[in-house]
């Protein structure tokens, strides 16, 4: 087999726990205008057919201002915009539902395709649009009347599940009806966020122009929770407007946002499939925040750790070396109380680094916070070039093995913790690729 041929084995086998983790979930995707002009475009489409075939629930949510403005110019017309909405007039309406009508289309061929030496090749995708989204008009706003342009008033979430239920993909155009026979303009967004919420998808996806959300120095912010959104400083106005969207979502409900790239056609599964992913991850954190420890959390951990302590689970820390250490360790808090801990120490040396001191609030254990702080140390380690983590243990073993941990020798041990290593407590080794 020729190397190219055992990388694709083993990328398929790194991805094969989230193809178990995502089968049954229901993603919403916002794409905008844009995204359908790009030449990404048909392969993110094919990408969301192998979604589909892997058995996620999807909802796509299109939108069309550049078409609509595409449309308009070539037959002379321009219309207004009132804080940050356009003005639909009747004439505009009909150039709206022309662009709309023709780009759902487009997105309904692409996904009927099944050539052979394709992407598609054997696939068989049905798609399913319809009026899911009850509108009305916003009316007059500040003395400005928006005529034909609307807001969301209703989801239909039992039409949508049920199509979802049999496997459809769920195609969304920015339109929407009224019990009068009206047509609206809405806003993609709006849809978006109304919609994922309703339907309590487990992910909203939201794609833009660039990789993700980019800081000032033009480096990629990986991840950010809702309460740190105020502090962002994010320049680009498509960046600060998919921002916000993310977090309208997050606090209707909506767990997890990612902001991909529409101009890399590798955006999507690399983000759902892999380790890193790309992009970046907007999480809500109404209730839990996952951040680096300070001196002040010192105290929650103590009253974390302590029992495991007198247990044996875990070797005894003084409140000294605790305060010594505590920027090696990453906190989850709830309402203002620590529910969890864990710290990473490094070797840069031996390439690898230590995880210890894994613990959850007896209150707050099995909702897999153990495997949070694990997934967010393991790209710490990952983010300083680090190859391997180990653990030492001598009563939770399993869960180490669980999370793909495997036992090994002390040898394997950096020289450093050989040293160090207490015959006495006999703990067991194990180490992870990561």
Not at 22 to 45: C, E, W, Y
Not at 64 to 81: M, N, P
Not at 166 to 191: H, K, M, Q, W
Request: glycine content about 8%.
């Amino acid at each position: 087999m020729t190397v190219q041929g055992r990388d694709h084995i083993r990328w398929l086998r790194n991805s094969a726990p989230y193809i178990n983790a995502h089968r049954g979930k229901t993603f919403v995707l916002m794409l905008g205008g844009a995204a359908a002009q790009h030449d990404s475009f048909p392969n993110i489409i094919h990408d969301i057919a192998l979604l589909n075939s892997l058995g996620v629930r999807l909802v796509i949510i299109h939108g069309s201002r550049q078409q609509i403005e595409q449309r308009l110019h070539q037959a002379g017309l321009s219309t207004e915009f009132h804080d940050g909405m356009r003005i639909t007039d009747n004439a505009a309406l009909e150039h709206v539902k022309d662009a709309a009508g023709s780009l759902r289309a487009q997105i309904e061929a692409l996904l009927s395709m099944g050539l052979p030496n394709s992407p598609m090749q054997g696939s068989s995708t049905r798609v399913c649009s319809g009026n899911f989204i009850a509108a009305q008009p916003i009316g007059i706003v500040d003395g400005a009347d928006l005529h034909h342009t609307g807001r969301v008033r209703r989801i239909d979430t039992q039409g949508i599940n049920l199509q979802l239920a049999e496997g459809s993909i769920v195609l969304l155009s920015p339109l929407g009806y009224s019990p009068t026979g009206e047509i609206f303009n809405l806003a993609l967004e709006d849809i978006a966020v109304q919609c994922a919420s309703a339907i309590h998808a487990d992910k909203l996806l939201l794609f833009g122009a660039a990789p993700g959300l980019m800081n000032k120095t033009g480096a990629l912010i990986r991840q950010c929770t809702v309460g740190e959104i105020g502090s962002l400083d994010i320049d680009d106005a498509e960046q600060a407007a998919l921002l916000q969207t993310a977090k309208r979502a997050c606090l209707a409900g909506v767990k997890r946002c990612h902001i991909l790239s529409h101009e890399d056609e590798c955006a999507l599964l690399e983000e759902l499939f892999t380790h890193d992913g790309c992009g970046t991850l907007v999480a809500n954190d109404n209730y839990e925040q996952s951040r680096q420890a300070n001196i002040n959390d010192v105290g929650g951990i103590l009253e974390l750790i302590e029992p495991l302590e007198q247990q044996g689970i875990l070797l005894k820390r003084s409140r000294e070396l605790l305060e010594a250490e505590i920027h090696r360790f990453r906190v989850l808090v709830r309402d203002g109380r620590t529910i969890a801990a864990a710290a990473l120490y490094p070797f840069p040396e031996h390439d690898c680094a230590e995880l210890a001191c894994v613990v959850s609030h007896p209150d707050y254990r099995g909702g897999q916070r153990g495997q949070r702080l694990l997934q967010e140390l393991e790209q710490d380690a990952r983010g300083q070039g680090l190859k391997r983590l180990f653990v030492l243990t001598t009563q939770t073993a399993h869960w180490f093995i669980e999370q793909g941990f495997a036992e090994s020798s002390k040898d394997e041990l950096p020289n450093q913790k050989q040293s160090l290593y207490n015959l006495q407590r006999n703990s067991k080794v194990f180490f992870k690729d990561i």
